[in-house]
Nanobody, 125 residues
């Protein structure tokens, strides 16, 4: 059974940092695409970042470039999203998702097959 469990969400002040984790079970991080998405009450769900485990290609949405870093630990079957210089507009529920290798490209993340339940990130003073 495929399962994705996000953790690491918290309340943080502007300028702070958080690391989100996505623990995968029921499959291995082989030739896949893993993505991080976010959704807030004022914005539609958007793809924040993704990584292709086959060749390491990564994608970042323009507003998070230089502030967020996606990485993976195959031994732990976990994908991370390191977030720094957080801004109030980063406030959202963050979801991880997995799809086929082509689901992550230079243009973004699409057509994900499995989703986690999300973790809340609140950036506020």
């Amino acid at each position: 059974q495929v399962q994705l469990v996000e953790s690491g969400g918290d309340l943080v002040q502007p300028g702070g940092s958080l690391r989100l984790s996505c623990a995968a079970s029921g499959f291995s991080l082989g030739y896949l695409a893993i993505g991080w998405f976010r959704q807030s009450p004022v914005k539609e769900r958007e793809g924040v970042s993704c990584i292709r485990t086959g060749d390491g290609l990564t994608y970042y949405e323009e507003s998070v470039k230089g502030r967020f870093t996606i990485s993976r630990n195959n031994a732990k079957n976990t994908v991370y999203l390191q977030m720094s210089s957080l801004k109030p507009e980063d406030t959202a529920v963050y979801y991880c998702a997995v799809g086929g290798h082509s689901s992550c490209s230079d243009s973004g993340a699409t057509s994900m097959d499995y989703w986690g339940k999300g973790t809340m990130v609140t950036v506020s003073s």
